[in-house]
């Protein structure tokens, strides 16, 4: 059982930077692919960031270029270094995580995740 713990959210600029990370325990070394998705109140959960087993990313058009997804070489935590924020990024952002090599980030994607946060929020002030 994964149990993972998002933090770093909080209120910014537009232009500005945040990085978040997802707290993973316990440690395991079985072969996990992670992601992160965001969700604004209304709207379905979108995938915008991901890496499979072997930490290959694959991001959204939405975030590419400005997010960057990464994880500790423990396996402890996941980051999303996001750069250059607008105020339309403005969500709750969640880390999941699946016992997989890879399922993807699409919506038909979401439900094969096993494990998520209770997410964090990030706030782009115009």
């Known amino acids: 059982q994964v149990q993972l713990a998002e933090s770093g959210g909080g209120s910014v600029q537009a232009g500005g930077s945040l990085t978040l990370s997802c707290a993973v325990s316990?440690?395991?070394?079985?072969?996990?692919?992670w992601a992160w998705f965001r969700q604004v109140p209304g709207k379905e959960r979108e995938g915008i960031a991901g890496l499979d087993y072997a930490g290959r990313p694959t991001y959204a058009d939405s975030v590419r270029g400005r997010f960057t997804i990464t994880q500790d070489n423990a396996k402890k935590t996941l980051y999303l270094q996001m750069n250059s924020l607008k105020p339309e990024d403005t969500a709750m952002y969640y880390c999941a995580a699946s016992r997989s090599l890879w399922v993807g980030i699409s919506n038909r994607d979401r439900g094969l995740y096993n494990y998520w946060g209770t997410g964090t929020q990030v706030t782009v002030n115009a």
């Open positions: 316990p440690y395991t070394t079985e072969s996990y692919c």
